[in-house]
Each structure stands twice: as structure tokens, then as C-alpha cells.
């Protein structure tokens, strides 16, 4: 089926460490995205990618970075610079750059420190 | 800044339409309205979204006012399963999400 693949569904992670999240989509999505969800909060955006080989920066970037080598994956690193990195985490694919199509949403990745 | 205001949480008996309020005074020309719904612990579910016509699908009608300053959601007959957190969001680019409204769908 298609849709969008996010895993794993928990990670736990020390302090200090950087840790990778995944995000496969099967969509043929150009456009490719990563929301942070803090409890009983709604979704800030982190980093969006429109086109393969570029992202741009979102609201709350600081202490993550992604990649967009593939035009179906678009992995989130939180890095230790990240100061409260414990959250629930989203990533999303939209089909077009421009126009009305609505994005689709991934089930998330919860992000503990141990 | 979200740039919609939507009541914080509405009760729903089953069976009974669900109507969903949602304040967008702000709203340019270009702006599409989305709703999302959430259910704990899992992703945004896409529900409809629209520019000025109202709009049906399989899920809901979304009723847009002639000015476009506000909007209604109406989930025609409201199911345990409705229950959820309902986003009602303006997309220009990206989508901005406020804190949305949790609707309770009781028996």
C-alpha cells in the first residue's frame, strides 16, 4: 500500500547522543516534511524539502539537520545541540511544490531521553 | 502564530452531526482551509479542504462563509470513532497548526 513509513515508532535516547529518525514515502511525493508535537501542543514545523537535493530551515530548526538524497526518503537527525529533544515526531510528503494538494502524515517517532 | 481560533473542546452524541467552528479573520485571497484530525498518539489524518465553495467528501462538508472569515467542519453523523483532536488550519506554503479542537463523541 502506499503512504508514508516512519521509524522506529520509539527511540530512546542518552544524553549527549545524535539520533537519526527515518522517513520513507511511496507516494512519488516531490515535497517532504518534519513537524515536531509537544504534549497537549499542536505541530511546529523543523525542516521541509520541496525537490530532492534541497530543504529549507522551518520554525524550530535549530539542533536538528536532514538530508534529501532520495526523493522518497528525508531522514531527521536530533542532534545534541538540541537542548530539549524529548517529543513526538512527524513527517509528512506532499504531491506538488505549488497548488492545493494536501499533505499526507506519517504514525511518528516518540523521542525519549534516557 | 496559528491564524485560526477554534474552540478549545466540544461534546457530540453518537449519531447526531458534529459541527465544528472555525474563526479565520485574517485569511488572504490565497489561502486554502484545511482540516486534520488527530488521534492520540497516531499522525494528522487529512479530512477536506477548500478555498470559497463548500465542499463534501466521503469523511465531511466544509461550509466556508461568503467573506471567508470563518468556516465549519460538520461530520454528518458522528461515530465513537470521531473522536479526536480536529486542526483547522490555513495553508499558503506551509501549514501552520494551533491547538485545534478536541471534539468528544459520547454514547
Known amino acids: 500500500d502506499g503512504g508514508i513509513t516512519q521509524s522506529p515508532k520509539y527511540l530512546f535516547r542518552k544524553e549527549g547522543q545524535n539520533v537519526t529518525l527515518s522517513c520513507e514515502q511511496n507516494?512519488?511525493?516531490?515535497?517532504m516534511y518534519w513537524y515536531r508535537q509537544d504534549p497537549g501542543q499542536g505541530l511546529r514545523l523543523i525542516y521541509y524539502?520541496?525537490?530532492?537535493?534541497?530543504?529549507q530551515k522551518g520554525d524550530i530548526a535549530e539542533g536538528y539537520s536532514v538530508s534529501r538524497e532520495k526523493k522518497e526518503s528525508f531522514p531527521l537527525t536530533v542532534t545534541s545541540a538540541q537542548k530539549n529533544p524529548t517529543a513526538f515526531y512527524l513527517c509528512?510528503?506532499?504531491?506538488?511544490?505549488?497548488?492545493?494538494?494536501?499533505?499526507?502524515f506519517g504514525d511518528g517517532t516518540r523521542l525519549s531521553i534516557l | 502564530d496559528a491564524k485560526t481560533t477554534q474552540p478549545p473542546s466540544m461534546d457530540c452524541a453518537e449519531g447526531r452531526a458534529a459541527n465544528l467552528p472555525c474563526n479565520h479573520s485574517?485569511?488572504?485571497?490565497?489561502?486554502?482551509v484545511y482540516w486534520y484530525r488527530q488521534i492520540h498518539s497516531q499522525g494528522p489524518q487529512y479530512i477536506i479542504h477548500g478555498l470559497k465553495n463548500n465542499e463534501t467528501n466521503e469523511m465531511a462538508s466544509l461550509i466556508i462563509t461568503e467573506d471567508r472569515k470563518s468556516s465549519t467542519l460538520i461530520l454528518p453523523h458522528a461515530t465513537l470513532r470521531d473522536t479526536a483532536v480536529y486542526y483547522c488550519i490555513l495553508f499558503e506554503g506551509k501549514l501552520i497548526f494551533g491547538q485545534g479542537t478536541e471534539l468528544s463523541v459520547k454514547p
Open positions: 507516494l512519488n511525493h516531490d515535497a
Open positions: 485574517t485569511i488572504s485571497g490565497n489561502e486554502y
Open positions: 524539502s520541496q525537490i530532492v537535493n534541497d530543504f
Open positions: 509528512a510528503s506532499r504531491g506538488r511544490r505549488v497548488g492545493n494538494q494536501p499533505q499526507h
